[in-house]
């Protein structure tokens, strides 16, 4: 950060933009729950730690008492690279990084609160659903296309 020319840092537009894109509705789309995050000087694999809590039926008090401890983490790291991002002296590529990030630490807090809420499990069921029925109306789709176009008989 120090030594960068004036020219490589982030104008306050650009730098506005990107904090108002971590409060629209849906920022998260696109982002990855981070691989390795350094929380507290620990590295973290959240992307693990989310599909292990994902694959279980039914959580127990210690996989509640880690969410919480979690969530707990995350939101003060999330909250520390945002002011980083409001205050800092930071290049486009410095800034890039730092909002993808916050972005992915929000997913992680987002999917972690879905996790302990038990909604992860029927928004899991909803989509298997969904994409059932969109896969028999895609084929009926098919089927009376080759049927208008006389390939079908």
Known sequence: MSGEPEDD??????????????????????????YNCDIRGKICNLHNIVWELLQKERLDEEDRKLINKCILYIDEKAKE????????QLTRE????????TAGLMRTLM????????????????????YSRERVAEARRW????????ELK
């Open 143 to 150: 089927l009376n296309l080759l049927r208008d176009t006389g």
């Open 81 to 88: 690279d945002e002011l980083e991002l409001s205050t800092g």
């Open 9 to 34: 840092l982030i104008t306050e537009q650009e730098r506005k933009q990107l904090l108002a894109a971590l409060h629209t509705r849906l920022f998260w789309v696109g982002k990855e729950i981070p």
């Open 111 to 130: 999917n972690l609160r879905d996790i302990e809420e038990g909604k992860s499990k029927e928004k899991e069921r909803q989509f298997h659903e969904t």
């Open 94 to 101: 410095e800034a890039d990084r730092l909002f993808d990030e």
